[in-house]
């Protein structure tokens, strides 16, 4: 297969990269880097199936030749980035999702589209199927992030009901490891920094929110079931062990083996509005239609995160 991936040079379209790249597809990788980077596909430049775009799929795109899949998963994608790119984070998942959906229109190609956990906003209910409807503010700093990616779930569905477009959608739950940057925001690259540079661990709140963490391999094995599925509906990718933000900051401390200390902050800026008291997906429904279940646990997927950002550190 000829397959595009946009947000190519980001944490997971990198890993996606490799992963159809080492199956024997040939992958265009289109991205305009504000904020992936080129270090996530240097291994790739060069590559007689890989070839890399710096374009803002927002913006008219073309890719010449033929194209059998479109993966989209251009977007930022932590509450740092979101608040500080609020309009393009809108604009990806709207403009970029309609002229990705174009593309493969013409070209006659399957296309995924990566939806986010965040579709369901801070849950009334725990786990989370894919019936859920969810509980998302409209108007908080969050819903560019959020209501852009319920908008591109639409799109892709209208393009499915009204050109026959074969479409896929993923609901990504947390997922970390190595290639995440330690500016990120999110908790994984935080709390890993701050325990190898022996800084406290800041937690927001009183640490009972809850998260499920996924090894970077399971979404990748995941979402590459679902683009050779039949499955056209929303599908979540995640790992069903929750837990809370203390104990997860506890088990950074455990397996770095700081000595750094645990604190308390009161969370007064806008990251924190709306942040969801739970986040467990219910998985089922890909155990069902994929034969898909997360893999690694959360202690070797720590451990191989751990030794990457240690050499960034």
């Avoid at 409209?138 to 009901?161: I, M, Q, T, W």
């Avoid at 994984?188 to 022996?198: H, R």
């Avoid at 079931?225 to 979540?236: G, I, K, Q, T």
């Avoid at 645990?262 to 219910?282: E, H, L, Q």
Wanted: a neutral charge; aromatic letters at 10%; charged letters at 20%.
């Amino acid at each position: 297969m000829r397959v595009l991936i946009t947000g190519a040079a980001g944490f997971l379209g990198s890993h996606l990269s490799d992963r159809f790249i080492n199956e024997g597809h040939t992958v265009v990788g289109m991205d305009n880097l504000i904020t992936g980077s080129m270090d996530n596909i240097a291994h790739l430049m060069g590559h007689e199936r890989f070839s890399f775009v710096n374009q803002d799929v927002s913006n008219f795109i073309y890719v010449a030749g033929e194209l059998d899949a479109v993966l989209h998963f251009a977007s930022p994608a932590s509450p740092n980035d979101y608040l500080e790119y609020p309009i393009p984070t809108m604009k990806v998942g709207s403009l970029g999702t309609h002229n990705t959906l174009g593309l493969a229109k013409v070209k006659g190609a399957r296309y995924l589209f990566a939806s986010t956990s965040e579709a369901y906003g801070d849950p009334l209910v725990n786990p989370q199927p894919e019936t859920y409807w969810g509980n998302v503010n409209p108007n908080g700093p969050r819903s560019c992030y959020d209501e852009a990616k319920r908008f591109g779930e639409a799109l892709v569905l209208a393009y499915h009901r009204a050109h026959g477009l074969e479409t896929r959608i993923v609901r990504i739950f947390n997922t970390y490891g190595p290639r995440m940057r330690l500016n990120d925001g999110r908790v994984v690259p935080n709390f890993i920094a701050q325990a190898l540079k022996g800084k406290p661990l800041t937690v927001y709140g009183d640490g009972s929110q809850t998260r499920s963490f996924q090894y970077y391999t399971d979404l990748v094995e995941g979402v590459y079931r679902l683009l050779f599925s039949a499955e056209d509906m929303p599908v979540n990718i995640g790992n069903p062990t929750e837990m809370s933000i203390l104990d997860f900051a506890h088990a950074v401390v455990e397996i770095t083996g700081s000595q750094s200390d645990i604190i308390f902050m009161n969370p007064k800026d806008g990251r924190f509005t709306d942040d969801p008291k739970v986040r467990r997906p219910d998985i089922s429904k890909a155990r069902r239609v994929l034969g898909w279940e997360p893999k690694i646990e959360l202690a070797d997927g720590l451990a191989q995160t751990v030794a990457y950002f240690r050499s960034r550190v």
